[in-house]
């Protein structure tokens, strides 16, 4: 299984972006029981952005609430990250991460990560 991540980019502060994950090699064996980002600045660790589980409930960092929204389709496995009003202190790498699961087990995977900076 990999974590495809795509949709980073340098963009000006007060700008949006949007990121995308997705999970291949699969097989048709996993569900995906949670999706989502986190993100690591230089000099930092790495923190959670943002997370949506398979019922559909986000979870946000509180310093992207109301600027950020995700989203995810179960069927494909797949998570989108909108940010909007980016700040020049959200710039990072940003790390898709999934917990998936075959059979009763879960597994944890993380992508390889996206760059995003904001300028000032």
């Known amino acids: 299984v990999q974590l495809q991540a795509s949709g980073g980019g340098l963009v000006q502060s007060g700008g949006s972006l949007r990121l995308s994950c997705a999970a291949s090699?699969?097989?048709?064996?996993?569900?995906?029981?949670?999706m989502g980002w986190y993100r690591q600045a230089p000099g930092k660790q790495r923190e959670l952005v943002a997370t949506?589980?398979?019922?559909?409930?986000?979870r946000y960092a509180d310093s992207l609430k109301g600027r950020s929204t995700i989203s995810g389709d179960n069927a494909e496995n797949t998570v989108h990250l909108q940010m909007n009003n980016l700040k020049p202190e959200d710039t990072a790498v940003y790390y898709c991460?999934?917990?998936?699961?075959?059979?009763?087990?879960?597994?944890?995977?993380w992508g390889q990560g996206t760059q995003v900076t904001v300028s000032s």
């Open positions: 991460y999934a917990v998936l699961i075959a059979a009763t087990y879960e597994y944890d995977y």
């Open positions: 949506i589980s398979s019922d559909g409930s986000p």
């Open positions: 090699g699969t097989g048709g064996l996993f569900s995906m029981k949670i």
